[in-house]
């Protein structure tokens, strides 16, 4: 069984920054990525942002050059920093982890969700 627990979202101001955080724990062998999701009132999930074990990343075009993701492979957590803040990234912002299970099968988990809102 695997725990990702998020922290930091919460309410800001347009411009302001939150850093978002998910660590995971459990019956993890080794991670293939984690990533950020956000899904706003009345819309689908979307990606926000992902990084690989080797630290590749990739970023939905809305965020590119405001967010930015890292990880720290010995907590096995990653970050998510936001700066300049838009109405529009309101959203609750889920953690997603892809990874092999200590009984080597591969699987994809969610947090819980934390709510970020950005108010105008």
């Known amino acids: 069984q695997v725990q990702l627990v998020e922290s930091g979202g919460g309410l800001v101001r347009a411009g302001g920054s939150l850093r978002l955080s998910c660590a995971a724990s459990?019956?993890?062998?080794?991670?293939?990525?984690m990533g950020w999701y956000r899904q706003a009132p009345g819309k689908q999930r979307e990606l926000v942002a992902t990084?690989?074990?080797?630290?590749?990343?990739n970023y939905a075009d809305s965020v590119k050059g405001r967010f930015t993701i890292s990880r720290d492979n010995a907590k096995n957590t990653v970050y998510l920093q936001m700066n300049s803040l838009k109405p529009e990234d309101t959203a609750v912002y889920y953690c997603?982890?892809?990874?092999?299970?200590?009984?080597?099968?591969?699987?994809?988990?969610w947090g819980q969700g934390t709510q970020v809102t950005v108010s105008s």
């Open positions: 990084i690989t074990s080797g630290n590749s990343t």
């Open positions: 997603n982890l892809d990874y092999y299970s200590t009984r080597w099968y591969r699987a994809l988990d």
């Open positions: 459990g019956s993890i062998f080794s991670i293939n990525a």
